[in-house]
C-alpha cells in the first residue's frame, strides 16, 4: 500500500506557487489576490475558509476575507458579489457552500463573474469543464487528479467507482475521469443514494472515490484487492475527550481498508489540503488571464 500523502504534495505545490509569485513581484507586476465570502458561523466552513486565508499568505497571494452574518438576505449577498465581480483589484473569489436556507445557491452561483469563478461552480465554466476546454476545474476534483498524476496512478480503462453526486466534488469527478487522457479515460460509474447494489458496484471498482460523508461507511470487505481508494469525506465526530471536543473521519474504514489498496489517501492530510493548494492554483490561473485582458 502507498499512501496518497496530500499534506506533502500539496506543500509542493504550494513551493511551487510560491516560487511564481517571487518572480511576479521581482518583475513588479501585482500579485494574486483572492477574496472568500463565508455567510454565517459554521465551525468547518469557517476552518476550511481560514486554511484558504492563511495559504494565500503563506504563497505571497493578498486575501480577502469577507464574513456576513447568518440572516443575510439573498439580496445583500448578490449585492456584495457584484461588487466583487467589477473591483479590479481582486483576480477570483469564492463563496463558501453550504449557505444559508433563506439564500438560492443557484443564484449566487450564477452572479459570480466567470472570469473570477475559482471554484469552477458557475455553468460556463462547469459546461467547458465538460466539453474539455481550458477552464477553472472545481478545486477537490482537480486536487484529486493531481495527486493521482503526481503519484503515476493508472486511470486507463480503469473502472471508477465515484459515490456521491454533489455539485462540488461527485458530478464533476465523474465527468473528469471519463475525459480523454490522463488522468482519465477510466469508465465511471456514478453512484449515489438511489443506486441499487451500490456494494456489489463497489466490489467491482479499480478506482474508488468516496464524497458521502457518512464516516466509515467504506469497509475492507466492499472493495477489491489493490484497489485505489480515495476518500472525500471530513466528517467532525463529537468526542469529549479530544481537546477540540470532535475528531475528524473520512468515509473510509481506513485501518482495515489500507490493508487492501494499492493506494489510499488519509484523512486528514489528503484530498483536503489539496482542495486549497489547487484553490491557489486557479487563483493564479485567475491573475494571469485577468492580466492579459487588461
Ligand atoms: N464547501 C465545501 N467545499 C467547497 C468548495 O470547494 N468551495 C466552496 N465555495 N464551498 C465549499
Redesign the pocket.
Known sequence: MELLDGKKVSNEIKEEIKAEVAKMKERGEKVPHLA?IIVGSDGA?LT?VGSKVRSCERVGFESSLIQMPSTTSEQELLKKIKELNVDDDIDGF?????LPEQIDTQKVIMAVDPDKDV?G?HPTNFGKMALDMSTFI???PFGILELLERYKVDTKGKHTVVIGRSH??GRPMSILMGRRGWPGNSTVTLTHSQTKNITQIISQADIVISALGVPKFLKAEMVKDDAVVIDVGITRVPDETREKGYYITGDVDFENVSKKASYITPVPGGVGPM?IAM?LKNTLLARERHRSRN
Open positions: 472568500a466552513s476550511y469564492i463563496v463558501q457552500l453550504p471554484d461552480f472545481p478545486a477537490t462540488i466534488v482542495t484553490l
